[in-house]
């Protein structure tokens, strides 16, 4: 018998299988990776619109009429509910890097004063309310930008 024909065959063999599981591995987590980016891309898209959702009706209930305070207060916090941003903000804590996880965390926080304040009374246009809506747009920039930077795109250079 020769040894040396079979060694060979049978280094062949493992080398063939060890690239294959190689090339298979390389596949698997490229596939990941994609898979990652698009959940990412998904919740960050969730979690902007709900966030923009909550500015718009917000703002919708404190240009109304209400009766008391507390028909306000209760109007602004439930317009804010109903977009879902809760749900998309707990959706981005999970999957979202830490950088973006604390920029879209002061977005949040920012959209909060201003509804703590159109739930104190404060008014459309009145110069706190754009105050607010100052630093809401600036924490609101940041964060797109680091959605953008972790998703793979450059800046837009227009905010």
Known sequence: MD????LSTLTGAVIGITATLIADRNRWRREEGRHAL?????????F?????????????????D??????RDAAVREAVRGTGLYTASER???VGPPQVVAASNEAFHR??????????GTAVGSAEEASLVGMRRSAMAQM?????????FG????E
């Open 3 to 6: 040894w040396k024909s079979l």
């Open 38 to 46: 698009e959940v990412r891309r998904e919740v960050y898209t969730e």
């Open 48 to 64: 902007v619109s709900a966030l923009k959702e909550a500015g718009e009706e917000m703002r919708a209930v404190a240009l109304g």
């Open 66 to 71: 209400h009766r008391s305070e507390s028909a």
């Open 92 to 94: 981005l804590w999970l």
């Open 111 to 120: 959209m909060r004063a201003i509804r703590d304040a159109y739930a104190r």
């Open 144 to 152: 797109r930008r680091l959605m953008r930077e972790d998703l793979g």
């Open 155 to 158: 800046p837009l250079g227009i």
